[in-house]
């Protein structure tokens, strides 16, 4: 099926081409009805589609030619326009013999959808249409007229609408021109002002009156580059857009008298042309005012690079202490844009202080003493400012200061300087200092010193506590296993137990032989003790107590130990018993040691019951000697009777000896028992 | 006359200390074994008696079982008299049935004095009784303080014998002791105090 397709708008033609073409319809354009006409009588057509308002012949015009045409009129006629949109337009169409008449937009759905229906069911009404216009060609032409001038008073009235509308933008645009807060100012084409507006005057810091007249080039704005060396007036953005005829753009420091400060402005200059001229008539400088951005930029740049040396530093924890100072102080330097800097750790005390390291700038300029240097914090000493009086301290003009001792000779030379101490739980223990910066120190620095000072503290400190703390673990691991100590860990919820390298050399085993459950843990133990231990094991767990027990295990070759375990479980907040942590201690030798022990003293109480037997024996025949010694006042009386007591006493310390070492007897069997008493 | 009965198997010893409690007005009876002892006791009751404990065949612990366990002498106030120094298990064993522990050699002056005390302690529990009788205090509280004031004299002996040192094993039970803070307090409702202190006895 072919579509003839009928618009002056190339951009009309295509999208109707376009969405054609992708229904399958082959589409033939033209761009008004002259050569619409043509193509017709070319080739045939399955269907016509027209805008109306076209150069040449318009889209009435042609259909009236298209179904005037004996031929042609068979072919379906679709009116598709935005311009002929009145009620009064579309029945004209109608009347005309077109079978539709849309109005743009429409939804390409439904035009596609509209363009099925009317090429099925054209033909009929079309020709019966066409015969009832076509005989009044008088009538045709006056309502066609007034269809025309319709629309070129509709044109007239949006003309009209524009010219007010171009005004109304006009004093909008001097409204937004003063109001705005960019500066703007128009130079003629020599480079003149002409005009600025009321954020120009402020940025610049000069009334209208006295810029007026002034070129970009005029010396009197002393611009500058950002590295402050002279911005030459030819460079100025405005003059290179007046020379080039392109927009330029350029950043510049200018002085503000006002202010007495320099301003940073973002300039954007556009060159102004007169249709059909090459060379401009003037230039529009406009500009924003970034002094706040430039130094807030600054501000960030320092800040990230602060903190890229607060990184870095904790980088390097594993280096040397020496090491890590260096690196802090020329830090230091970085982050406070100073010439010099060292930081010096202080005596407990706080009576000294002990610098390690200087900057390099320091040792390249003045004769210091060999490392490490030693200063009285009581003494003429002005970087222990900070110390004596426990707080940041800047002198921004050493000259005047009037702590100021002087400086040993060899001393760089300062100028101004800052001090902050570095605290731990209230002592100060190292202090960090810097001096010459190009501008003045603020708190903003010390505050910035203070964090470097504190990172690094802690840097130092957090790497002694690891050693101690890698030191500790060390002598722990080797006090385990010296005291053959080793750990038992168990997880209830995923039945794994855990040795430790002592626990499983006590169990005589390799790591890879321990399967990690209680059932392997309990498959050592001597089976004598099985049953207890299992209950002492369960019980524990269950009531989520802590036992201390001791049994006997079996090693693998057969070899029977003694171990005591300590077993502490941990709770769960609900009550239940996760997780059970202990030591298994290898006893064998001090219960041996026990026994042997326990053999002596049985040894001993038995003679020493032997003894008590004996000391009877002797007290009955004492008794007699008493009592026939006291039943008269003899001469000797009282001397056999102490002689008598005295005996007595001695044996009596043999009973009380038995008596004692019953007693241990007693104890060590309550106490470390697993022995009946043997012969 | 009160009247004590001596047992012990060395005839010696026996003359010279029944000699000394006549002297000092006791009356005497004596056995030279625990067989002779039992023999006399079923014919007579004495007020004290003195016992030997190493003694051929029947020793003095198994006389005293005896004695404890016939009807007529269950009541009959038991002091031992021993050359044998006390053991640990003996005394928790022994001390609820004994009245005193006497270790031999002792002179005569001792044996007369720990006598005379035993009796005097007699004499403290009777008008003990009897007022708190009086007083309308219940029979069990009473037997049962008797009881407990009995222990504690002979804790308080043993302890003396054994010395600072080795008496610190030796005390009354803390239910004991408790029970007899317990009684101690129903018998002060009834104005009755038991003065500790001037009961202690020294060996």
Redo the contacts between chains.
């Keep these: 099926m072919k579509i003839l397709v009928v618009d002056d708008k190339s951009e009309n033609r295509y999208m109707l081409e376009s969405m054609l073409r992708s229904s399958g319809y082959d589409v033939v354009p033209a761009i008004n009805g002259v050569e619409a006409l043509e193509k017709l009588h070319a080739d045939t057509f399955d269907l016509i589609i027209s805008d109306i308002l076209m150069p040449r012949m318009d889209g009435f015009m042609f259909i009236r030619e298209c179904k005037t045409d004996p031929v042609l009129n068979k072919i379906p006629f679709i009116f598709y326009t935005a311009s002929y949109t009145s009620e009064k337009d579309r029945e004209f169409g109608m009347s005309l013999g077109a079978e539709q008449y849309i109005l743009k937009p429409i939804e390409p759905d439904e035009f596609l959808e509209i363009i099925k229906k009317t090429v099925l069911s054209a033909p009929s009404q079309a020709q019966a249409k066409v015969a009832r216009e076509v005989r009044d060609e008088e009538a045709f032409f006056e309502t066609y007229n007034s269809r025309l001038v319709h629309k070129l008073e509709e044109k007239i009235g949006e003309l009209q609408a524009s010219k007010y509308s171009l005004e109304e933008s006009e004093s909008e645009l001097r409204f937004l021109f003063d109001t705005m807060t960019e500066g703007v100012l128009f130079l003629d084409s020599d480079g003149i002002i002409i005009r600025a507006n009321k954020a120009a005057e402020d940025i610049l810091g000069l009334p209208f009156e006295q810029m007026q007249g002034r070129t970009s080039t005029d010396e009197r704005w002393h611009a500058v580059y950002e590295d402050g060396t002279p911005f030459p007036g030819e460079r100025h953005p405005a003059v290179q857009a007046l020379d080039s005829g392109r927009e330029t753009t350029g950043v510049m420091g200018v002085y503000n008298p006002s202010e007495d400060d320099y301003r940073w402005i973002d300039i954007h200059s556009v060159p102004q042309f007169h249709p059909g001229e090459t060379a401009p008539f003037g230039v529009y400088s406009r500009f924003r005012d970034v002094t706040l951005q430039k130094k807030i930029r600054k501000e960030r740049e320092l800040h990230s690079k602060r903190i890229e040396e607060l990184l870095e530093l904790h980088r390097i924890i594993d280096s040397p202490e020496q090491t890590i100072m260096v690196r802090a102080i020329d830090a230091s330097l970085v982050i406070t844009s100073s010439a010099y800097g060292f930081i010096g750790l202080v005596s407990d005390d706080e009576s000294k202080l002990v610098v390690h390291a200087w900057s390099e700038g320091v040792m390249k300029n003045c004769t210091v003493p060999s490392m490490p240097v030693h200063f009285n914090i009581s003494g003429p000493f002005v970087w222990g400012e900070c110390i004596r009086q426990r707080k940041a301290v800047i002198i921004n003009n050493f000259d005047d200061y009037p702590a100021k001792h002087g400086f040993p000779g060899g001393h760089v030379a300062i100028d101004h300087f800052m001090a902050v101490p570095v605290f731990d739980m209230g002592r100060i223990v190292a202090m960090c200092a810097v001096a010459n910066k190009e501008e003045p120190y603020t708190s903003d620095d010390a505050g910035t010193l203070t964090t470097l000072g504190n990172t690094v503290w802690e840097i130092m400190h957090r790497k002694q506590s690891a050693e101690a703390l890698r030191k500790r673990e060390a002598q722990l691991l080797e006090a385990q296993r010296l005291a053959r100590l080793g750990n038992i860990d168990y997880d209830v919820t995923g039945n794994y137990l855990s040795l430790s390298d002592e626990g499983l050399r006590i169990l005589g085993i390799q790591a890879e032989e321990f399967q990690g459950t209680l059932d392997d843990y309990y498959s050592r133990i001597h089976p004598d003790d099985l049953d207890q231990v299992k209950t002492m094991y369960t019980t524990c767990i269950e009531s989520g107590g802590r036992e201390i027990f001791e049994h006997r295990i079996l090693r693998p070759g057969g070899e029977e130990r003694y171990v005591q375990v300590r077993f502490r479980t941990v709770k769960e907040p609900g009550g239940t018993v996760t997780y059970c942590s202990g030591t298994i201690q290898d006893i064998t030798d001090r219960k041996l040691t026990e026994k042997q022990l326990e053999v002596s003293i049985l040894r001993i109480t038995q003679n020493l019951e032997q003894m ?1 037997i004996l ?6 025949p ?7 010694t ?2 008269e006042d003899g001469q000797y009386k009282q001397k056999i ?1 102490s002689a ?2 005295e005996i ?1 006493d001695l044996i ?1 310390r043999l ?2 000896g ?3 070492s ?2 241990v007897r007693k104890f060590l069997k309550t106490h470390y028992g697993f022995y009946e008493e043997s012969g | 006359m009160k009247t004590i009965m001596l047992v012990d198997d060395n005839p010696t010893l026996v003359m010279l200390y029944s000699e000394v409690l006549r002297r000092n007005g006791y009356a005497v009876r004596t056995a030279l074994s625990g067989k002779e002892c039992l023999d006399i006791l079923r014919e007579s009751s004495p007020d004290l008696i003195l016992l030997d404990i190493m003694m051929e065949p029947m020793d003095g612990w198994e006389v005293l079982t005896e004695i404890r366990s016939g009807n007529s002498t269950k009541t009959i106030p038991v002091m031992v008299l021993s050359a044998k120094y006390p053991q640990y298990d003996e005394i928790s064993s022994h001390s609820p049935h004994i009245d005193g522990y006497v270790m031999k050699p002792v002179t005569h002056e001792s044996l007369i004095r720990i006598v005379g005390d035993f009796f005097r302690f007699r004499d403290y529990l009777d008008t003990l009784v009897t007022r708190a009788e009086e007083r309308g205090a219940d029979e069990a509280t009473i037997r049962e303080s008797v009881a407990l004031l009995r222990h504690w004299r002979m804790v308080e002996m043993f302890r003396s014998i054994l010395g600072p040192d080795l008496g610190r094993e030796v005390s009354m039970d803390p239910e004991q002791m408790e029970r007899f803070n317990v009684l101690k307090k129903i018998l002060a409702g009834h104005g009755i105090t038991i003065d500790e202190a001037g009961l202690r006895i020294e060996s």
Excluded: G
Excluded at chain 1, 615 to 620: A, K, L, P, V
């Design positions: 008590a000391n009877d024996q002797i007290r009955n004492l008794s007699v000697i008493t009592a026939i006291d039943l009777l008598v007591r007595n009596t009973d009380q038995w008596l004692e019953d007693k």
